[in-house]
């Protein structure tokens, strides 16, 4: 099936065409972004309206060109997918309506996705990876174990209970006046860092449930940064390096918990972890979770950075796998601004 996908949530307006064959195999034909960093970067984050009226100006342009890059018009193709929610409701709206608009006057099925499924599933678009699998999702709006069972079958294993962890980032970027977004920019000056030099705190590490919790770290790092005002540039590198090595250092230590509890919950399935969001870009990161998966006998897997970030492949393919399953949505499906994976109605209908 040849499927387009929308994705407005937040602060990318981004379109793809994706093909999907029987059996099962992905190829995205076209997967167009454009990121609206310029307008918010005055702000030092994202302005929900000014997010939305960017997706009204653009997303017509750029669906246009995702069909064109991937030599496919638009009658050609065989169900709309849109992000539903969660995220900025305007911008959902805009491109949940313009999905619908697509859908009648077309005559095509609309797939009204989960931005969270679509992050889930992404791993399957690039890998060949079955169910079940455990996903982390560090993004700029959330940190989060899922057990991800099936299409529309996901169990949340833990969550953050204040910031997300690419917040955390652009938090302690901000203060150090590195810029927006923070974390390519933390890490960058991290690499000329001593991770050594300051013990900032593992928050929540000693407990056995799987969640998050970055807003005190961000606390610590804010009253050091003061404590040694005026910074050095040799002291924001430390910092930086510090910082990044603590949510290193939690990051990996709860994903070996989240992967001892899969092994003991689903002991005959093989052990994978695939990361998503843009926290994934992160080296430290990474090569932390690596350690981990080697330990344990796990594969870790991380797909291309520009699948992890917010994108319209990965829309248009858990569009493709829901439609493959034959669940289509509604007309009258309303976008939502939030949308918790686990919800009963993520389950695709048994025919
Ligand atoms: P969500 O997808 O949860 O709605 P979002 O759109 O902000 O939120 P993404 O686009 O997936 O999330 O990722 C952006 C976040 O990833 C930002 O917070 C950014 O700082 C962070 N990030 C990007 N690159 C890196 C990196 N190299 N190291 C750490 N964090 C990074
Ligand atoms: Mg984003
Ligand atoms: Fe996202």
Same mark, same amino acid.
């Given at each position: 099936?040849?499927?387009?996908?929308?994705?407005?949530?937040?602060?990318?307006?981004?379109?793809?065409?994706?093909? #999907?064959?029987?059996?099962?195999?992905?190829?995205?034909?076209?997967?167009?972004?454009?990121?609206?960093?310029?307008?918010?970067?005055?702000?030092?984050?994202?302005?929900?309206?000014?997010?939305?009226?960017?997706?009204?100006?653009?997303?017509?342009?750029?669906?246009?060109?995702?069909? #064109?890059?991937?030599?496919?018009?638009?009658?050609?193709?065989?169900?709309?997918?849109?992000?539903?929610?969660?995220?900025?409701?305007?911008?959902?709206?805009? %491109?949940?309506?313009?999905?619908?608009?697509?859908?009648?006057?077309?005559?095509?099925?609309?797939?009204?996705?989960?931005?969270?499924?679509?992050?889930?599933?992404?791993?399957?678009?690039?890998?060949?990876? +079955?169910?079940?699998? *455990?996903? *982390?999702?560090?993004?700029?709006?959330?940190?989060?174990?899922?057990?991800?069972?099936?299409? %529309? +079958?996901?169990?949340?294993?833990?969550?953050?209970?204040?910031?997300?962890?690419?917040?955390?980032?652009?938090?302690?970027?901000?203060?150090?006046?590195?810029?927006?977004?923070? %974390?390519?920019?933390?890490?960058?000056?991290?690499?000329?860092?001593?991770?050594?030099?300051?013990?900032?705190?593992?928050? *929540?590490?000693?407990?056995?449930?799987?969640?998050?919790?970055?807003?005190?770290?961000?606390?610590?790092?804010?009253?050091?940064?003061?404590?040694?005002?005026?910074?050095?540039?040799?002291?924001?590198?430390?910092?930086?390096?510090?910082?990044?090595?603590?949510?290193?250092?939690?990051?990996?230590?709860?994903?070996?918990?989240?992967?001892?509890?899969?092994?003991?919950?689903?002991?005959?399935?093989?052990?994978?972890?695939?990361?998503?969001? %843009?926290?994934?870009?992160?080296?430290?990161?990474?090569?932390?979770?690596?350690?981990?998966?080697?330990?344990?006998?796990?594969?870790?897997?991380?797909?291309?950075?520009?699948?992890?970030?917010?994108?319209?492949?990965?829309?248009?393919?858990?569009?493709?796998?829901?439609?493959?399953?034959?669940?289509?949505?509604?007309?009258?499906?309303?976008?939502?601004?939030?949308?918790? *994976?686990?919800?009963? +109605?993520?389950?695709?209908?048994?025919?």
């Amino acid at each position: 099936a040849i499927i387009l996908g929308i994705e407005t949530s937040c602060d990318e307006t981004a379109a793809a065409i994706v093909v #999907r064959d029987q059996s099962g195999n992905a190829t995205i034909r076209s997967n167009v972004v454009r990121s609206q960093l310029d307008e918010h970067a005055a702000f030092g984050g994202v302005v929900p309206e000014l997010a939305a009226r960017a997706h009204v100006t653009w997303l017509d342009h750029i669906i246009a060109q995702a069909c #064109r890059e991937a030599g496919v018009a638009l009658d050609e193709v065989d169900a709309i997918a849109a992000t539903a929610g969660p995220g900025l409701i305007g911008g959902v709206l805009v %491109g949940l309506t313009t999905a619908k608009a697509l859908a009648a006057a077309l005559d095509k099925p609309l797939i009204a996705v989960n931005h969270l499924e679509a992050h889930a599933l992404t791993a399957r678009l690039t890998h060949q990876i +079955d169910f079940p699998y *455990l996903m *982390l999702l560090v993004s700029g709006g959330h940190s989060q174990f899922v057990l991800v069972r099936g299409v %529309g +079958d996901y169990e949340r294993w833990g969550t953050t209970i204040d910031d997300a962890l690419g917040e955390a980032f652009d938090k302690v970027a901000k203060l150090l006046s590195l810029g927006h977004p923070g %974390g390519p920019a933390v890490e960058a000056i991290a690499k000329s860092g001593d991770p050594r030099r300051f013990k900032f705190p593992r928050p *929540l590490l000693r407990e056995a449930r799987l969640d998050f919790s970055f807003s005190g770290l961000k606390t610590a790092v804010r009253l050091q940064a003061e404590a040694l005002a005026p910074l050095s540039n040799q002291d924001v590198a430390d910092i930086a390096a510090s910082f990044q090595a603590a949510v290193a250092e939690v990051v990996s230590v709860r994903a070996g918990q989240a992967l001892d509890r899969f092994r003991a919950e689903l002991p005959a399935e093989a052990l994978n972890l695939v990361v998503a969001g %843009g926290v994934a870009a992160n080296r430290a990161i990474a090569a932390a979770l690596g350690k981990v998966c080697d330990e344990r006998g796990a594969t870790l897997t991380v797909p291309p950075i520009a699948l992890c970030t917010d994108n319209g492949a990965m829309v248009a393919w858990a569009g493709a796998e829901r439609f493959a399953l034959g669940a289509i949505d509604g007309l009258t499906f309303a976008a939502r601004p939030r949308w918790p *994976l686990d919800l009963p +109605d993520m389950k695709v209908p048994m025919p």
